[in-house]
């Protein structure tokens, strides 16, 4: 098959509504275990395969995730692009809670990851072009089916990347706001620079569950963070059938 979706699902994207399972594939490879068996199967009569980062019963912190087994998984079943769904923290005001973002650029403040399939085996061409790191095609194709499905969502934005598990402090969102971050999430890299590295297209639909550390008089709560979450899945579900049916 030429085009092969896959979504990798993050907090509070569990499943897909009326996605049919065809099949699971319990894949290894050279980087280890995927964090979870991938789901094969049938969105609006259109192949696409799902995984959940963080694990079927999200036992997998961010830093702890196999993203390398991950990425490998998908590419070595044929995947052709992907979509990630990630969970964020909103930092510029335009980012409330509850809104959907397309970034268009990142800063990596994470450290002690394995961000590069070629760790063992370097050669001066594996430093790859990563100047734009998501797909500027395939963004656009998801914010012309938001446009179809009437759905708001912002159509660019600067993703920082931090290392959790832990929330950040006050201190630090002010900094990654002065850096120019407009949102903040533990998952982005280096799952993009891996499929870089693959070269599958690859954009991040950002889902902000919450106001970043110190942007509010709120002490921040999973429980929250959850039902916020909760409450925009719909938006994201409407996003991705949407997409499959262009
Ligand atoms: N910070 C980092 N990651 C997140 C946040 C946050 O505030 N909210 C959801 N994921």
Redesign the pocket.
């Known amino acids: 098959m030429s085009q092969l979706l896959a979504i990798i699902g993050g907090s509070g994207f569990a499943e897909l509504p009326e996605f049919e399972l065809i099949s699971r594939h319990e894949i290894e490879t050279p980087f280890g275990s995927p964090s979870a068996p991938v789901m094969d199967g049938l969105l609006n009569g259109c192949r696409i395969l799902l995984l959940p980062r963080h694990g079927l019963a999200h036992q997998f912190a961010p830093h702890k995730i196999n993203y390398r087994a991950n990425l490998w998984a998908l590419h070595s079943l044929g995947c052709s692009r992907i979509i990630a769904v990630a969970?964020?923290?909103g930092i510029h005001l335009d980012c409330a809670p509850g809104k959907l973002v397309l970034p268009d650029q990142l800063i990596d403040y994470t450290w002690g990851r394995e961000s590069s399939f070629f760790s063992d085996q370097f050669s001066a061409d594996r430093h790859i072009d990563f100047t734009w790191p998501y797909d500027e095609a395939l963004r656009n194709e998801l914010m012309n089916a938001a446009q179809l499905c009437e759905l708001e969502i912002r159509p660019a934005g600067t993703y920082g990347a931090?290392q959790?598990p832990r929330?950040?402090t006050a201190a630090e969102i002010a900094r990654l706001a002065r850096d120019g971050c407009d949102l903040?999430?533990?998952t982005g890299m280096p799952e993009a620079v891996l499929a870089r590295e693959l070269n599958l297209p690859y954009a991040c639909c950002a889902v902000v569950?919450?106001y970043?550390?110190g942007l509010s008089d709120k002490t921040?709560s999973m429980s929250e963070?959850e039902r916020t979450l909760a409450g925009s899945m719909e938006q994201v579900y409407r996003l991705i059938n949407c997409y499959t049916q262009r």
């Open positions: 969970a964020v923290g931090t959790g929330l950040e903040v999430g533990m569950a919450n970043a550390a921040l963070i």
